[in-house]
């Protein structure tokens, strides 16, 4: 009774353990079973290998030899890979490697010299050696555009230089008269103007005392104001009789102006004489024209001889022409330019050619608008306003000149006529 007791506890106390060691059991016989059946089917497809021992050697043992031999077949292929790439010259290595790159669509320049293949190895990464590819290629592209830009200006040139030839054929064709009346009929006339004026027209001096103050720079300046000056006066209605007075033969204006003229300088009409302008005019007619002048010019006068410094006034002191003009006992004027403009910066010195132009507007018509828009535009902001009795003056002076202009003669038969 106590032995029956005794089992039926034991199964009782086993019976909740017997429920996870049962399958346990049975899944591992299961797995030996699988596995046992596992070898025999892969000793009978496996060919037996020889081995000279036969009872120490296992399947295991074979496949860890076989993955032996060839782990070191690969590591001696990679070896002699690595040597036949060491023994390849590097530059070439280097420029295949830009080419591959090149292929995959990267900023990669056509063109590489040898020193910056050298360039390139010597970089250490791999992101300095796209930098410095994409800073060559931005270099070559940079160099095509300037050569494209190029060609075609040049292509441009050409074309322009064709079209001029052929426009200069088509006008010589077709303005042969004009051409011809140009040369001979208006240089005739503009003679013709100029020898008037030697005559009978209003002198005008420039005044070539002023040349050993100048450096050679100054002079060559001066003669360049002073060949627009007698272009600008000989194409004029009613131009000047120029005179250069105080000009020294085989002095600097001198030298300089028949170099410039050359031939055509003995032909000029004008006057240029070594004699000063107090032996050739009388006093009381004459007025230096000066910008540091005191008197302010309102009226031109066409019975004054107007004389004009002949010098260029960048580095020479000012009131140099003053004084001068004080030391001969003349009369001085300057133009009224704070009187009618707006004065922004700069002096109020004029060139040489500024002036012969607002003093030969002032003679046609007497405006000061008119004449003084040849001042640079740089100097001053704007026009004043005009007061009203100096556009009555004016309207007074244009009155008197066109009433001079007719001679007794024609006017006492244009009255009879009528």
Known sequence: MTVFFKMSVNIAFIRPFARVLVPFTLNRKRSVLYSSILQRYMSSKIPPVPCPNEESTSPEQLELDAWKITMKSSVQEGVSTVLSTKDEDPLEATREL???WRLLGREVPEHISDEELKTIMECVSKSSKKKYLKYLYAKEKMKKAKQIKKELKAAAKEKAKEDQVLETKE???QNFLFLRLWDRNMDIAMGWKGAQA?????????????????KPKEVQNTVSQLLESEGQNRRDVDPFHIHFCNLKTDGPLHRELIKRYGEKWNKLLLTATEKSHIDLFPKDSIVYLTADSPNVMTTFK??????VGAFVDKNIQPGISLAK???L???TECFPLDKYLQWDTGTKNLTLDQVIRILLCLKNNGSWEEALKFVPRR???GYLEIPQYSQELVNRVKKSKIIKSFQKGSLNIYTQKR
């Open 325 to 327: 003009a004080k030391r």
């Open 171 to 173: 006008n010589k064709q």
């Open 98 to 100: 830009i080419e591959m």
């Open 198 to 214: 030697m005559q009978f027209g209003q002198p005008l001096v420039f005044d070539m005392t002023y040349d050993n103050y100048m």
């Open 379 to 381: 100097k001053h902001t």
């Open 302 to 307: 066409h019975d004054k001889i107007y004389i």
């Open 329 to 331: 006992n003349l009369a």
